[in-house]
């Protein structure tokens, strides 16, 4: 997204769409995720007349809080968990909704690395990672993974620097049909120097993804400084539910689609029955695993069928304890951040959240992709029992303070079907346009809808570029 789309949207966020002449608009927005909430929200504001159909029983989709199972004071974040201060349209939906941020601490040097059998202190290892036992070649010791990797994406930084958002057109062309395997490999990484920086920057699941996804993430700097929304993330999309309230049908299940050339019809089905919705045009902002499941009357063309059908999206798993005690806090001087381990958890967080009930709701695994499918295949109890097992690896005093534990898996959610998109190798070039364009009088949003994949940011630059495509129609 350019610099001038940037400053376009948050005047947009701020003022709401430029004033014009016509007729206003009956809209069927389907999903009240973020993208659906403030595509329904700006064309409100601009005096439209939209409705929301929701499937499930709450606004917020993948910003999701779980408050539930936990003590009163706890919860945890199942989706969307930390803002990067880069993503201003999301800061600024924040600001503008009265919500306060803190910040999310990333890195800690005193959290766990337990790597290869062996355990030692992120600070240790990240001063000596040949420790840990990895088979490096001379030429790969001293310089951790993070360093190796920071200083291969220094030249794209640099040239986006100078060429600014001109530069990425021959940067995709170049990349698109890279892995981000493929392209360390290219750069002579050795197998463990490979296998190092996936384990401890959390990529090895993600390897053999588009290289250009990672790299969008770096050079925008998502992962550099974070926050988090004070209370809990689904405070975010429930800022809009007063002004969109009266507008939103939940537990709305859109099962087809529909469309004339004067009109789109949305059928769907709720606990009494199957009704329809009409309206001069439809922005649909369900996750494309689910719309590959809605039957579409007047079919798609071929391009956008092929989209539907390719895009590939993540797996996501997390699973959640309840502890009496803070104990990664005051046994093991470990105040936010994460720990790393080649374990089925992968990677255990520690949330700042909750400090005022003396209890805590750590984030005991958060997996992707083929590690999360694994923990999906077992059954809810059991991914706690095992759970439990790999964090008293780094933490035994988990097996006398654990209270209550839960799991969520977006990979077997039937409202998203996935975590959310994330390219295979060649998909921008061959996907992308197909993705975002409009079918007629159908339009889309979400967080695959952009190039934001992943993030809130996706979903809000989305939702406002479908609510000003519908603005800019004269009928
Ligand atoms: P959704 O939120 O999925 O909204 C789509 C809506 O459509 C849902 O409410 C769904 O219930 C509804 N729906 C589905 N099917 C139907 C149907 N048939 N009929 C009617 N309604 C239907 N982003 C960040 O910025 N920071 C993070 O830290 C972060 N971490 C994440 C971690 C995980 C595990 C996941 C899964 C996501 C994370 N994200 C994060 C991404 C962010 O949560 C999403 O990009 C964003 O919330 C997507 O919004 P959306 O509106 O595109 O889709």
């Not at 490096?136 to 010791?141: I, K, V």
């Not at 120097?193 to 384990?199: D, M, R, S, T």
């Not at 929304?229 to 007063?242: C, E, K, R, S």
């Not at 958890?345 to 003396?358: F, Q, S």
């Amino acid at each position: 997204m350019s610099q001038a789309d940037v400053e376009r949207d948050l005047a947009t966020i701020r003022d709401g769409l430029p004033p014009r002449d016509g007729k206003r608009h009956r809209v069927i927005v389907v999903g009240a995720g973020m993208a659906g909430l403030v595509a329904a929200n700006e064309l409100v504001r601009a005096g439209h007349d939209p409705v929301i159909l929701e499937a499930r029983q709450r606004v917020g989709g993948r910003v999701f809080t779980m408050r539930e199972p936990f003590a009163p004071g706890l919860y945890a974040e199942a989706g969307a968990m930390r803002i990067p201060r880069a993503h201003k349209l999301t800061l600024a939906c924040i600001e503008k909704v009265g919500l306060s941020v803190k910040p999310f601490t990333m890195h800690n040097p005193n959290a766990w690395c337990h790597l290869f059998g062996r355990k030692m202190r992120l600070s240790e290892f990240e001063a000596r990672p040949e420790l840990l036992g990895a088979e490096l070649a001379e030429h790969d010791r001293g310089l951790t993974s993070g360093a190796r990797w920071q200083s291969l994406l220094q030249p794209f930084a640099q040239r986006i620097e100078q060429e600014g958002d001109a530069a990425w057109p021959a940067i995709v062309s170049q990349y698109d049909g890279y892995s981000t395997r493929e392209f360390l490999e290219e750069r002579g990484w050795s197998e463990p120097a490979i296998e190092l920086f996936g384990l401890v920057c959390n990529q090895e699941a993600l390897m053999n993804s588009c290289f250009l996804e990672l790299l969008r993430e770096e050079v925008g700097n998502y992962y550099t400084d974070m926050v988090r929304i004070d209370g809990g993330a689904d405070q975010l999309p429930n800022a809009y539910l007063p002004f969109l309230r009266d507008r939103i049908r939940f537990g709305a299940r859109m099962t087809a689609i529909d469309q004339s050339d004067h009109d789109v019809t949305v059928h769907f089905q709720t606990a009494a029955g199957r009704s329809v919705a009409t309206g001069d045009y439809a922005i649909v902002t369900v996750p494309y695993p689910v719309l590959r499941h809605v039957e579409v009357l007047k079919p798609f063309s071929h391009a956008k069928r092929r989209a539907i059908r390719q895009l590939r999206y993540d797996a996501s798993a997390k699973i959640f304890f309840q502890c009496r005690r803070r104990f990664w806090e005051d046994d093991d001087g470990i105040v936010g951040g994460g720990s790393v381990t080649d374990l089925p958890i992968r990677n255990v967080y520690y949330p700042e959240a909750g400090k005022a009930t003396g209890r805590g709701v750590l984030l005991a695994s958060y997996t992707w992709a083929e590690d999360a499918q694994r923990w999906g295949s077992l059954s809810p109890d059991d991914r706690i029992e095992q759970a439990i097992e790999d964090v008293a690896q780094l933490h035994p005093q988990i097996l006398e303070e654990f209270e209550v534990g839960t799991s969520w898996m977006w990979h077997d959610d039937p409202y998203a079907g996935g975590a959310f998109a994330l390219f295979e190798p060649s998909q921008q070039g061959l996907l992308h346009e197909h993705i975002v364009a409009p079918e007629g009088r159908i339009h889309f949003a979400g967080e695959h809808a952009s190039l934001a994949h992943a993030w809130i940011q996706g979903a809000i630059e989305s939702g406002l570029r479908a609510a000003r495509e519908i603005h800019a129609k004269p009928v």
